[in-house]
């Protein structure tokens, strides 16, 4: 989606490593998110921010951490990977934290083996 | 915890027909509630909303119905078309001003041409 990118798109990675993905995005929007999605759970939040440096937990953030150093990149690091962490992931964006209209980028497929 | 529930994973329409599709949810602080679709190997894109003092809105071929002592949503699609055909998450937000949306676990919509 405009604005908002995902990398990598998808990634195989082992057991026991650890991984990060990237959020970059060119709205200046003070909001980000990290979602799961899983089949028969939907979306689920793993962290968010709401500004630099500002994070916090959302509902399945165990063995997941977040940064957000800059006001465009949000990074989610798996410290270290297991079976249960394969899903989609996406990122999105809000301009006012009102939860109206989020953007949506392209979502990452994480696969650990 | 669920508090968002779509009940039907699926739902297969004639084409210009309606599709209905159908959301519960628990959390009585929501103050609005949103629809999402997701194409495949895309993110989801915002399509409607409707704020919990109402109990309708339109938006062209696209109607959100809320019922609140039921606790129940719906999302009338008339006429259905065959590029409707896509997975659809209800979400409700609540009151803070993070932008914390809280989705249910989708529901695949098939329109038959």
């Known amino acids: 989606d405009a604005g908002i990118t995902q990398s990598p798109r998808h990634k195989v990675t082992e057991t026991g490593t650890p991984v990060t993905l990237r959020c970059h995005q060119t709205?200046?929007?003070?909001?980000m998110y990290w979602y799961r999605q899983d089949p028969g759970h939907g979306l689920r939040l793993i962290h968010y921010?709401?500004?630099?440096?500002?994070?916090d937990k959302g509902e399945v953030s165990d063995g997941y951490s977040v940064s957000r150093s800059k006001t465009e990149d949000f990074l989610l690091t798996l410290e270290s990977a297991t079976s249960s962490q394969t899903s989609v992931y996406f990122c999105?964006?809000?301009?006012?934290?009102?939860?109206?209209?989020?953007?949506f980028g392209s979502g990452t497929r994480l696969t650990v083996v | 915890d669920q508090q968002v529930k779509q009940n039907s994973p699926s739902l297969s329409v004639q084409e210009g027909r309606i599709s209905i599709l159908n959301c519960d949810y628990t959390?009585?602080?929501?103050?609005?509630f949103l629809w999402y679709k997701k194409y495949p190997a895309e993110g989801p894109t915002f399509l409607i909303s409707?704020?919990?003092?109402?109990d309708k809105n339109e938006d062209g071929r696209f109607t959100v119905f809320l019922n609140k002592s039921a606790k129940h949503l719906s999302l009338h699609i008339v006429p259905s078309q065959p590029g409707d055909s896509a997975v659809y998450f209800c979400?409700?937000?609540?009151?803070?001003?993070?932008?914390?949306?809280?989705f249910g676990q989708g529901t695949t919509l098939q329109v038959k041409p």
């Open positions: 409707i704020s919990s003092i109402k």
């Open positions: 709205e200046n929007h003070r909001y």
């Open positions: 959390n009585s602080m929501f103050d609005y």
């Open positions: 999105a964006i809000s301009e006012t934290g009102q939860g109206i209209g989020y953007t």
């Open positions: 979400a409700g937000h609540g009151s803070s001003n993070t932008g914390k949306l809280i």
């Open positions: 921010s709401y500004g630099v440096k500002d994070t």
